[in-house]
Protein backbone atom coordinates (compact mmCIF):
# COMPACT_ATOMS: atom_id res chain seq x y z
CA UNK A 1 0.00 0.00 0.00
CA UNK A 2 2.70 2.63 0.85
CA UNK A 3 4.60 1.92 -2.44
CA UNK A 4 1.28 2.54 -4.28
CA UNK A 5 1.21 5.50 -2.24
CA UNK A 6 4.65 6.72 -2.96
CA UNK A 7 3.97 5.72 -6.91
CA UNK A 8 1.07 7.67 -7.23
CA UNK A 9 2.44 10.91 -5.21
CA UNK A 10 5.00 10.91 -8.22
CA UNK A 11 3.00 10.64 -10.47
CA UNK A 12 0.65 13.26 -10.03
CA UNK A 13 3.70 15.82 -9.20
CA UNK A 14 5.62 14.90 -12.21
CA UNK A 15 2.86 16.76 -14.37
CA UNK A 16 2.48 20.55 -13.21
CA UNK A 17 -0.79 20.66 -14.42
CA UNK A 18 -2.38 17.82 -12.44
CA UNK A 19 -0.13 19.15 -9.37
CA UNK A 20 -1.95 22.40 -9.80
CA UNK A 21 -5.42 20.83 -10.28
CA UNK A 22 -5.03 18.84 -7.07
CA UNK A 23 -4.27 21.58 -5.49
CA UNK A 24 -6.75 23.98 -6.49
CA UNK A 25 -9.24 21.70 -5.74
CA UNK A 26 -8.06 20.48 -2.36
CA UNK A 27 -8.66 24.59 -1.50
CA UNK A 28 -11.53 24.37 -2.71
CA UNK A 29 -12.91 21.41 -0.71
CA UNK A 30 -11.45 23.04 2.11
CA UNK A 31 -13.37 26.22 1.79
CA UNK A 32 -16.98 24.79 1.30
CA UNK A 33 -15.87 22.14 4.34
CA UNK A 34 -15.28 25.43 6.61
CA UNK A 35 -18.27 27.32 5.29
CA UNK A 36 -20.53 24.64 5.87
CA UNK A 37 -18.91 24.01 9.16
CA UNK A 38 -19.46 27.74 10.04
CA UNK A 39 -23.38 28.36 8.74
CA UNK A 40 -24.25 24.74 10.49
CA UNK A 41 -23.12 26.42 14.07
CA UNK A 42 -24.99 29.76 13.46
CA UNK A 43 -26.58 30.38 16.68
CA UNK A 44 -30.72 30.97 15.51
CA UNK A 45 -32.15 34.47 17.45
CA UNK A 46 -35.25 35.39 16.26
CA UNK A 47 -37.94 33.34 15.67
CA UNK A 48 -41.15 33.86 13.50
CA UNK A 49 -43.70 31.63 15.15
CA UNK A 50 -46.25 33.63 16.77
CA UNK A 51 -47.01 31.16 19.17
CA UNK A 52 -43.84 32.08 21.47
CA UNK A 53 -44.86 35.58 21.19
CA UNK A 54 -48.22 35.22 22.81
CA UNK A 55 -48.28 35.55 26.68
CA UNK A 56 -51.65 34.59 26.47
CA UNK A 57 -51.43 31.31 25.65
CA UNK A 58 -50.84 28.07 28.21
CA UNK A 59 -46.47 27.16 28.24
CA UNK A 60 -46.88 24.12 30.16
CA UNK A 61 -46.76 21.68 26.99
CA UNK A 62 -44.06 23.48 25.20
CA UNK A 63 -41.07 23.75 27.73
CA UNK A 64 -38.30 24.27 25.66
CA UNK A 65 -39.69 27.30 24.00
CA UNK A 66 -38.74 30.33 25.73
CA UNK A 67 -42.05 33.31 25.79
CA UNK A 68 -40.65 37.11 24.79
CA UNK A 69 -43.28 40.00 25.51
CA UNK A 70 -44.45 41.61 22.47
CA UNK A 71 -42.97 45.16 22.62
CA UNK A 72 -45.02 47.39 20.31
CA UNK A 73 -42.96 50.59 18.43
CA UNK A 74 -44.93 53.66 17.75
CA UNK A 75 -43.69 55.07 14.43
CA UNK A 76 -44.70 58.27 12.58
CA UNK A 77 -46.97 58.67 9.59
CA UNK A 78 -44.42 61.10 8.19
CA UNK A 79 -40.40 61.04 8.52
CA UNK A 80 -38.92 63.78 10.07
CA UNK A 81 -36.44 65.30 8.16
CA UNK A 82 -36.90 64.80 3.66
CA UNK A 83 -33.85 62.86 2.95
CA UNK A 84 -33.27 64.94 -0.11
CA UNK A 85 -32.69 68.24 1.90
CA UNK A 86 -28.88 68.66 2.05
CA UNK A 87 -27.95 69.18 5.76
CA UNK A 88 -26.99 71.80 7.52
CA UNK A 89 -24.85 70.69 10.18
CA UNK A 90 -22.71 68.46 7.72
CA UNK A 91 -22.65 70.61 4.89
CA UNK A 92 -23.03 74.53 6.25
CA UNK A 93 -23.33 77.13 3.92
CA UNK A 94 -20.32 79.78 4.52
CA UNK A 95 -22.03 82.48 3.31
CA UNK A 96 -25.73 83.70 2.99
CA UNK A 97 -26.56 85.12 -0.25
CA UNK A 98 -28.29 88.84 -0.39
CA UNK A 99 -31.06 88.54 -2.83
CA UNK A 100 -31.59 92.35 -2.94
CA UNK A 101 -27.90 93.45 -2.83
CA UNK A 102 -27.49 97.40 -1.99
CA UNK A 103 -27.17 99.38 -5.37
CA UNK A 104 -23.25 100.27 -6.03
CA UNK A 105 -22.83 103.47 -7.31
CA UNK A 106 -21.83 102.87 -11.35
CA UNK A 107 -18.10 104.14 -12.36
CA UNK A 108 -17.62 105.76 -15.52
CA UNK A 109 -16.45 102.53 -17.40
CA UNK A 110 -20.13 100.99 -16.17
CA UNK A 111 -22.10 103.39 -17.16
CA UNK A 112 -23.77 102.11 -20.97
CA UNK A 113 -22.63 103.92 -23.60
CA UNK A 114 -25.51 105.68 -26.20
CA UNK A 115 -25.95 103.71 -29.26
CA UNK A 116 -25.47 106.75 -31.44
CA UNK A 117 -22.37 107.73 -29.36
CA UNK A 118 -21.28 103.87 -30.72
CA UNK A 119 -22.13 104.41 -34.19
CA UNK A 120 -20.15 107.08 -34.24
CA UNK A 121 -16.65 106.11 -33.07
CA UNK A 122 -17.57 103.09 -35.65
CA UNK A 123 -17.67 105.60 -38.28
CA UNK A 124 -14.43 107.35 -37.44
CA UNK A 125 -12.44 104.88 -37.00
CA UNK A 126 -13.95 103.66 -41.10
CA UNK A 127 -13.05 107.43 -42.10
CA UNK A 128 -9.72 107.03 -40.51
CA UNK A 129 -8.88 103.76 -42.40
CA UNK A 130 -10.59 105.24 -45.77
CA UNK A 131 -8.06 108.24 -44.73
CA UNK A 132 -5.03 106.35 -44.82
CA UNK A 133 -6.23 104.91 -49.17
CA UNK A 134 -5.28 107.01 -51.93
CA UNK A 135 -6.83 107.27 -54.76
CA UNK A 136 -4.75 107.36 -57.98
CA UNK A 137 -6.99 107.17 -61.00
CA UNK A 138 -10.59 106.82 -61.55
CA UNK A 139 -10.99 105.81 -65.16
CA UNK A 140 -14.06 106.05 -67.28
CA UNK A 141 -13.90 102.08 -67.62
CA UNK A 142 -15.45 101.36 -64.51
CA UNK A 143 -12.56 100.91 -62.70
CA UNK A 144 -10.57 102.92 -60.03
CA UNK A 145 -7.14 102.92 -58.81
CA UNK A 146 -6.74 103.02 -55.46
CA UNK A 147 -3.14 102.80 -53.84
CA UNK A 148 -1.71 101.75 -56.90
CA UNK A 149 -4.07 98.32 -57.17
CA UNK A 150 -6.66 98.37 -59.72
CA UNK A 151 -10.39 97.66 -58.67
CA UNK A 152 -13.61 97.27 -60.05
CA UNK A 153 -17.07 98.10 -59.07
CA UNK A 154 -18.26 95.61 -56.16
CA UNK A 155 -14.90 94.40 -55.68
CA UNK A 156 -13.30 94.18 -52.03
CA UNK A 157 -10.61 96.98 -51.11
CA UNK A 158 -8.42 96.13 -48.54
CA UNK A 159 -8.46 98.97 -45.69
CA UNK A 160 -6.25 98.24 -43.02
CA UNK A 161 -7.43 95.49 -41.14
CA UNK A 162 -11.24 95.54 -43.04
CA UNK A 163 -12.35 95.33 -46.22
CA UNK A 164 -14.37 98.24 -48.24
CA UNK A 165 -16.77 97.36 -51.35
CA UNK A 166 -16.53 99.55 -54.42
CA UNK A 167 -19.71 100.58 -54.68
CA UNK A 168 -19.89 103.78 -56.79
CA UNK A 169 -17.23 105.62 -59.13
CA UNK A 170 -17.13 109.33 -59.27
CA UNK A 171 -15.27 112.08 -61.52
CA UNK A 172 -12.61 112.61 -58.94
CA UNK A 173 -13.98 110.06 -56.01
CA UNK A 174 -14.85 106.83 -55.15
CA UNK A 175 -17.20 105.93 -52.79
CA UNK A 176 -16.75 102.76 -50.85
CA UNK A 177 -19.23 100.82 -48.20
CA UNK A 178 -18.72 99.11 -45.06
CA UNK A 179 -21.48 97.79 -42.77
CA UNK A 180 -24.19 99.89 -44.44
CA UNK A 181 -21.83 103.34 -44.29
CA UNK A 182 -20.67 104.88 -46.94
CA UNK A 183 -17.75 106.95 -47.70
CA UNK A 184 -16.12 109.25 -49.93
CA UNK A 185 -12.56 108.35 -50.96
CA UNK A 186 -11.09 111.68 -52.93
CA UNK A 187 -8.31 112.27 -55.19
CA UNK A 188 -5.84 114.60 -53.94
CA UNK A 189 -4.93 117.72 -55.48
CA UNK A 190 -1.64 118.55 -56.87
CA UNK A 191 1.16 116.50 -57.17
Given at each position: MRTTLIRLWIQVTADKKKFGVLCILAI???LFWARLLIVSRIEKTAYADT????????TEGTS???VYPVIRVAMDDRPMRDP???SDWYFPKTTEVDPNPPDLSKTVFDVPEDPEVIRARRRERF???VDDLTLNAVLQEGVAVIDDETYRLDEQVPGGELLFRLVELRQRSVVLEIEGEQFE???KLGG
Open positions: AVLTANSPDEDDRRFVIQSLLNM
